[in-house]
């Protein structure tokens, strides 16, 4: 057998990977979040092909299964993805110690919103943005959000920001807008109806906006309510309908997507991460034993599809089994074909550095 084209084949694998560790499975990584143990439910985006990650939190000294202390961060770091140097380097602080907020990309910059700490749940906005071609950021106050709100999702149209879902005062559900061009404040637009939804995803087509997934605690004698669908917003009409159903787990059990993660290209929706279904209803509402946060990562079974929604056509394919993907709290980022993973939890209390990329 001639081996020369084997040869050239393996060559030209090695070269489109020369910039990343390679995983089984066409996963790559970038190199590793400087925070060594990794972070949770960061503020993360692209502006150009830089990696803006900031803030998260983890358990860094005891594990939270031995009651230890959450720490916040405020360090903000950046990585040049198209450079042939990848190395993290700090660019700032965030205006305080953050995690559980939410990210949109514009093309002014990264819109931050939200989020709590060790001290409170926040209602502060600001922008970050890139100050000329040399890797240097500035962050720059936005007009803060009419209510404190954690665990949220949002994502941006046409300039405009919005953010819905998570812990809002009274267990609201409101979606607000901010407009980047024109807006002094943000406008609060009809709630979403059905149940609370906490760690939701929302993503938009770049019309419409889609709120998928996302849980509402149990109260008194009323158990927890996980939902397993998608709603639609016509920013047009300012109104909120059903769009479809999360497609069930391949074993045929629910699939809910709480606390995953959720991008979008021009012409579809991407989800993946976030809890099973069972094993976190039955964690929220106390049925899983003593040893719930003993587990290996695999015991959670936290979702590794990949799963993509045509709007258009209003149908679901999923791409199974994605190494890197099961993570709770990662952030999923969509540039230049690739999907990037960022940092999340492979298990409750333990979270995972790693920057894993995933070619469309």
Not at 88 to 111: D, F, H, M, N, R
Not at 311 to 317: D, S
Request: aromatic share 10%; hydrophobic share 35%.
């Amino acid at each position: 057998m001639n081996r020369l084209p084997l040869l050239i084949l393996a060559a030209l694998l090695l070269a489109s990977t020369a910039n990343a560790g390679t995983l089984p499975g066409h996963t790559h990584r970038l190199p590793d979040h400087p925070i060594p143990q990794g972070v949770s439910a960061p503020f993360a985006g692209f502006i150009d092909d830089w990696l803006i990650v900031g803030g998260g939190c983890n358990f860094p000294e005891t594990p939270a299964a031995d009651g230890g202390s959450k720490v916040y961060y405020e360090q903000c770091y950046a990585i040049h993805t198209a450079s042939d140097s990848l190395t993290w380097k700090q660019i700032g602080s965030l205006p305080q110690p953050t995690a559980y907020g939410c990210t949109a990309e514009t093309t002014q910059g990264l819109v931050c919103m939200g989020g709590m700490n060790a001290d409170s749940c926040l209602t502060a906005v600001f922008l970050i943005e890139k100050k000329g071609g040399d890797g240097n950021f500035s962050f720059r106050p936005l007009p803060s959000l009419p209510t404190a709100i954690d665990n949220a999702s949002a994502t941006a149209v046409n300039d405009c920001v919005y953010i819905t879902g998570g812990n809002q005062k009274d267990q609201g559900k409101a979606l607000y807008r901010l407009k980047l061009q024109t807006g002094s404040a943000w406008e609060r637009l009809p709630s979403y109806p059905g149940p609370q939804r906490i760690q939701p995803i929302l993503v938009n087509d770049g019309k419409q906006i889609y709120l998928t997934g996302g849980y509402q605690a149990p109260s008194g004698s009323q158990e927890s309510i996980l939902s397993a669908d998608m709603l639609k917003f016509d920013p047009g009409k300012e109104e909120w309908t059903y769009e479809s159903d999360i497609p069930d787990e391949q074993d045929g059990e629910k699939r809910c997507l709480a606390g995953g993660a959720g991008t979008h290209t021009q012409n579809r929706l991407i989800f993946t991460g976030g809890v099973n279904y069972r094993i976190f209803k039955n964690a929220i509402e106390g049925k899983a034993g003593k040893d719930y946060m003993r587990h290996t990562p695999e015991w959670y079974r936290f979702n590794d599809d990949i799963l993509l929604f045509d709007p258009v056509e209003k149908k679901w394919k999923i791409r199974p089994d994605i190494n890197g993907m099961a993570r709770a709290g990662g952030i999923l980022l969509y540039h230049k074909n690739r999907l990037y993973m960022i940092c999340g939890e492979i298990k409750p209390g333990i979270r995972s550095p790693e920057i894993i990329i995933y070619p469309l």
